[in-house]
């Protein structure tokens, strides 16, 4: 069984540049969710897909987007970059129907 | 708005003293609650799912039990390699979305 993977693992952007974060789900997950963590904090939600649509959505504006694929891997689009946007940005996968979320190893993300 | 708060905010013991870390919830409708442990650097890996009021799991070292209000995660005789942030998660309320609002964590120290 192939875990949640993400790349890139470490990326320094400058402010208002635009990232693009991938992420590949578990084998079998249908979900997938990002979150982003700030160093010392939980992960916050930014959005979650299914099927291809966003299925809920965090307290974040909407310079993050996100893409879900037909494979069921995702992108997390980060456009006009903030210093604040530093941070791990992580991405969980599951199985529509179980609450258990499956993370991957994140990508940390150092806006300068 | 979903609540959770983990105390203590960072735990030393030593190897062989037991203990046990606090997360207090507040939410409307309570799907599950979750455990995780993260090493500095890495992605949450998934410990537990309780469900319900008085559910209790456990896995080596570590129980988790579940009341209406809090969750404790019980550490029995740890070790230095039990050393780790642990993460409390809730997903509450109805609909397909499967957000986790997450504390801020309890960093453990375990040493020799």
């Known amino acids: 069984e192939t875990g949640v993977t993400q790349s890139p693992t470490h990326l320094i952007k400058t402010r208002g540049q635009q990232v693009t974060l991938r992420c590949s789900s578990q084998s079998g997950h249908n979900t997938v969710s990002w979150y982003q963590q700030a160093l010392g904090q939980g992960p916050q939600f930014i959005f979650q897909y299914y099927r291809e649509e966003e299925n809920g959505r965090g307290n974040f504006p909407p310079r993050f987007s996100g893409l879900q694929f037909p494979n069921y891997s995702s992108e997390l689009n980060v456009n006009a970059l903030e210093l604040d946007d530093s941070a791990l940005y992580l991405c969980a996968s599951s199985l529509m129907g179980q609450e258990t979320q499956y993370f991957g190893p994140g990508t940390r993300l150092l806006v300068l | 708005e979903d609540q959770v708060t983990q105390s203590p905010e960072a735990l030393r013991l030593q190897e062989g003293e037991s203990s046990s870390l606090n997360c207090s919830y507040t939410?409307?409708?309570?799907?599950?609650l979750f455990w995780y442990r993260q090493d500095p650097g890495k992605g949450p890996e998934f410990l537990f799912t309780l469900y319900s009021a008085g559910e209790e799991k456990e896995k080596e070292r570590l129980k988790a039990t579940l009341t209406k209000k809090e969750s404790f995660l019980h550490i029995t005789a740890p070790k230095p390699e039990d050393s780790a942030t642990y993460l409390c998660?809730?997903?509450?309320?109805?609909?397909?979305?499967?957000?986790?609002?997450f504390g801020t964590g309890t960093r453990l120290q375990v040493t020799l």
């Open positions: 939410v409307s409708g309570l799907r599950g």
């Open positions: 998660a809730v997903q509450a309320g109805s609909g397909t979305a499967s957000k986790l609002t």
